[in-house]
């Protein structure tokens, strides 16, 4: 085994949650709104107009990468490197072309995944913003239903809430079980000497996301027997740039490098097959298991492939955004056009490609969907169930999609609907782009829709104006260098 979680006595640390349950920092008085908060768990999964589960709901297994470009993957067209594993999971069911995430940085983009809001409405608009603790997630919605829940990987925490004694817990949003970073700086390590084991801080060895694979597998082998959900967010290709010797040797002398004896950009290489190798061994566990035809996998990434320093060049060098403008931190499309496909046997159309839009936002309305229900109606979701979509029974939402990023030193909002996306950069006039007609957003066409641009900036500014106080408050870091 290349990699292991150390003994069960070998922990460093352990939280001082109290029996009650109650969140990290939480007060006593709060257990009548946990009450509450039951209810309403329960509304929130239950309404459902109309339900694709049968007698079984379907487990769901959601794969996320971390930074991973859209041209990445061998599916949407990389010939540098093999993904077998995601193109043969691509090939059972569809590859979406247009999926957005909702963010350009990690927290607020996994939280509107989790949430199913924007990052505005969901608190989470800053890298450094934690969760609230009221938001309801994925997870706990599921588990509302009778799911069992799992993350292996990472979590991504921010600074306490006002109030807080610490960070919201993963397992406090709905997860049964963790196991992996809930530090996003933590998590740059590929190869750390911790990770968290529920609440306890334990020592390992390996390469992390290797672990976070065996711990998902045996998750797999012990909730066979009832649904379950099972996020899978790894920390591959984020940087630091590194990945397993046996990995990288293959591609040593095959890509021009600044130092050979630092081969990065065959590194970043070896990180993108060593992540398809491992969603190679979820997908044989669950044919192992017997499990395939009754679960929904999704596989995509958080955002764009970043041109930052930690990633030393390899992004950039490769063209991980494919023939897309921008990366991580940026709202054009290399920033916010992620990969994706999603295939569940029998219900998702297998080797067929669509353009049709999906945005993160979507993912918690569509899977509860899946499993029979729906959010209630007071929950504010953003994102909408386009499960027909992803079966490919029904076209997108007609609807204008939305993203701003305004944090260290960046300013930049941007509206899109159909294939038209406005986009305003600092005090800079808009732009329009026809981002299928012109995906690398090379030609601004705003002369020729005056009445659209218009439209867009009043939406965007009818948009911001909803922000919530939680989004509000955020402690500025300071401004970035650009890249």
Known sequence: MIGTTAPADDKVTQSTLPATG???????????WLCVMSITL?????????TVAADRPPNVVFILADDLGWGD??????????????????????????????????????????????????????????????????????????????LFGKWHHGRPRPGAQSYVHPMDQGFDEFFGFTDATAAHQHYPKTLWDGREERRVNGYANILFTDRGIDFLKRHRGAPFFLYMPYTLSHFRIEAPPEDVEPFRGKFKEKDPADPVNATYA???????????????????LGLTKNTLVVFTSDHGATFEGGNKGASAYHKSNGPFRGQKRTLWEGGVRVPATVRWPGKVSAGKESGEIVHMTDVLPTLLAAAGGAPETASKVDGRNVLDVWRGLAAAPQR??????????????????????????????PELFDVEADPAEMRSVHAEHPELVKQLQDELKAWIATETPESKDREEPPARPRQ
């Open 400 to 429: 204008t999609l939305f993203w701003e990023w305004r944090a260290e030193g960046y300013h930049q909002l941007a509206a899109m609907r159909g294939n038209l996306k406005l986009v305003i950069t600092g005090n800079t006039a």
């Open 22 to 32: 109650l969140r990290e920092g939480s007060k006593p008085m709060r257990v009548p």
């Open 270 to 288: 070896a990180m993108v097959t060593r992540l398809d190798k491992e969603v190679g061994r979820l997908l044989a566990a669950l044919d192992e």
């Open 73 to 150: 993957v061998g599916f949407n067209g990389r010939k540098d490197w093999s993904t077998p594993n995601l193109d043969r999971l691509a090939s059972q069911g569809t590859i979406f072309r247009r999926w957005y995430a909702a963010g350009v940085t990690c927290a607020p983009s996994r939280a509107a995944l989790m949430t199913g809001k924007y990052p505005i409405h969901c608190g989470v608009s800053a890298n450094n913003q934690d969760l609230p603790a009221s938001e309801v997630t994925v997870a706990e919605a599921l588990k509302a239903r009778g799911y069992a829940t799992a």
């Open 42 to 50: 329960t509304a929130f999964a239950t309404a459902a107009p109309r």
